[in-house]
């Protein structure tokens, strides 16, 4: 694949740049047929916050249900994206609501485990900022480049982010086994009965298990975060240097 067909794959469908106020006359004027607000996948959306905060409502005193609701929503995570290409309903608002649903959900669950886990406090509010940060850099450089979406990454730019936002199916392993592994050890807190093995692992319960078997995905996952954030940042540095580079040979061409 050559440069002008990689950079093409970037970048947006021609069109106008879309004034504020304009912006916000369209969205309170749309007819319940073009609705953005009421299009499915961002119905499943919001969906996805209210088991959330039901989530957060059980976390210290009912595991069940809160584990229950977490589950659903991630679950549901993997839905939205689905039912959005399949009807014809991808959105900016959608692909956002679900970006910011992911973040806040994971970084509520963390700073659960920040005050369960003292001594882990610090590693927990690190994941929080590495977390934020690398998707809000790498937002700002998809949209500082002119993508359409934020997945679009060749492999020219970064192959283990291509590897990782190319297929559905990597991506939802990834997220699913982080929130798993974060989920076992809230579950940790709560019950400690042992599933029965013999020898070394006599003594361990089912969601010391599930932590053991997700710790590596969760490490990867965070790893590939830390390559999302250094990447957004080489590409704004080199956004900021091309930018200062037009307005030198302007002001030459002046």
Not at 24 to 38: I, P, W
Not at 78 to 97: C, P, W, Y
Not at 213 to 233: G, H, M, R, T
Request: aromatic residues 12%; positive net charge; contains cysteine.
């Amino acid at each position: 694949m050559t440069k002008g067909n990689s950079s093409s794959r970037r970048r947006r469908a021609s069109l106008d740049l879309v004034d504020a106020k304009q912006a916000v006359d369209l969205a309170t004027a749309q007819t319940y047929s073009e609705n953005v607000f009421l299009f499915v996948p961002n119905l499943i959306g919001y969906s996805r916050v209210i088991l959330a905060g039901l989530a957060l409502h059980y976390m210290s005193y009912h595991p069940k249900y809160c584990t229950l609701a977490y589950g659903i929503s991630c679950l549901l995570d993997a839905v939205d994206g689905h039912a959005a290409r399949a009807l014809g309903q991808t959105s900016k608002f959608g692909a956002v609501l679900d970006m910011v649903t992911d973040r806040c959900t994971t970084s509520c669950l963390l700073c659960y485990l920040a005050s369960a886990y003292p001594p882990y406090a610090i590693l927990f509010q690190f994941l929080i900022a590495l977390d934020f940060s690398s998707h809000y850099m790498h937002m700002y450089s998809s949209l500082a480049t002119g993508s359409s979406s934020h997945k679009l990454v060749t492999s020219d730019v970064s192959r283990i982010l291509w590897l990782y936002y190319n297929d559905s199916r990597t991506l939802f392993f990834f997220c699913a086994g982080n929130e798993l592994f974060f989920v076992a050890l809230y579950l940790i807190k709560w019950t400690s009965a042992p599933i029965g093995l013999s020898g070394a692992f006599s003594t361990v319960s089912w969601p010391q298990a599930i932590a053991i078997l997700s710790f590596p995905i969760c490490l990867i996952k965070n790893i590939i975060n830390v390559v999302q954030l250094w990447k957004a940042s080489k590409i704004l540095v080199g956004v900021d240097l091309a930018e200062r580079q037009q307005a030198r040979l302007a002001a030459k061409a002046s």
